[in-house]
């Protein structure tokens, strides 16, 4: 996607704060991050959001949460704890239409879900 | 696990408002909803958190995005949007220690993230 700033990061063509890049997945920085760790988490394909997945992209997306595992763990947040986000379309608030999941901790939460 | 509420649902020893289920995965409505649709996506089997997941875990972590994606279409709120969150922790605010995806919409959310 030309006008994607998340494909743009992927690619290199943008720098983010990478944090994490695989053949399948890259993690890098919120830069406005909401906690003292806030990770995003984006399959290198561009898909739009959680509604266009199509079934062969389980095991993407299994990843991305195992991504998401594994760099919790290296924030030290895995046992203090921390949330994952997905937003999709309007109503969920998403503004970057390339499918992330936010990784947030370092902190309690601040607000209710919702 | 005995004591473990949502496994209770899994296996219908205790009767929840569920609104999936396959061998892998069983879904059912958040007895407190914080939105109009507001369902909970499990895996059947007892994982604690997102902290606890293995590598051998994505297809089945990726199945369950999946089963939220398709929970969302037939709720009628792929388009407009939802939010899906995965708590793990205190930090995080989990509260039920079987690793769960929460799938809320039907409406704009109404707290920011974090």
Do not use: W
Request: glycine share 10%.
């Amino acid at each position: 996607m030309d006008t994607c700033i998340f494909c743009k990061i992927v690619s290199g063509e943008i720098k983010g704060d990478v944090v994490y890049r695989d053949e399948n997945i890259t993690a890098f920085r919120d830069l406005h991050p909401v906690a003292p760790t806030h990770i995003l988490i984006v399959p290198n394909r561009h898909i739009e959001s959680v509604s266009k997945l199509e079934p062969a992209d389980a095991t993407l997306m299994g990843q991305l949460l195992l991504t998401a595992r594994k760099l919790a763990e290296e924030a030290g947040i895995a046992e203090s704890g921390f949330r994952l986000i997905s937003n999709t379309g309007k109503d969920g608030g998403q503004t970057v239409f390339h499918l992330h999941i936010h990784l947030i901790g370092g902190q309690g939460m601040k607000h209710p879900m919702g």
